[in-house]
């Protein structure tokens, strides 16, 4: 699977950022997808997840409310609406992908980041 992100860019505090990221070479509906993030200094960390039925998602506590993740199987497209945007949202995003992975997700594919930046 090769992941496609973008969206990413220089926002204000309160503001809002739609990330996108288009899969290829595979079955996309088999797959779990995942956004993480890395901020400087700190450990990658997974932001949201969604099966790959999009029956069931993950949103880790810091992001939850502010965040949505949603798929478009027909597109081959996993998206990451985020909203109510903080400074400490600032990281650089990765789309991940893992086959039919849930509980504990290990990606087998990274898409190559996008930067957030959130302004105070």
């Known amino acids: 699977v090769q992941l496609q992100a973008s969206g990413g860019g220089l926002v204000q505090a309160g503001g809002s950022l739609r990330l996108s990221c288009a899969a290829s070479?595979?079955?996309?509906?088999?797959?779990?997808m995942g956004w993480f993030r890395q901020a400087p200094g700190k450990a990658r960390e997974l932001v949201t997840a969604?099966?790959?039925?999009?029956?069931?998602?993950y949103y880790t506590d810091s992001v939850k409310g502010r965040f949505v993740i949603s798929r478009d199987n027909a597109k081959s497209t996993v998206y990451l609406q985020m909203n109510s945007l903080k400074p400490e949202d600032t990281a650089v995003y990765y789309c991940?992908?893992?086959?039919?992975?849930?509980?504990?997700?290990?990606?087998?594919?990274w898409g190559q980041g996008t930067q957030v930046t959130v302004s105070s």
């Open positions: 991940a992908a893992e086959y039919r992975a849930w509980g504990t997700i290990n990606p087998n594919y």
């Open positions: 070479g595979r079955t996309f509906s088999s797959y779990t």
């Open positions: 969604m099966d790959w039925s999009g029956g069931r998602t």
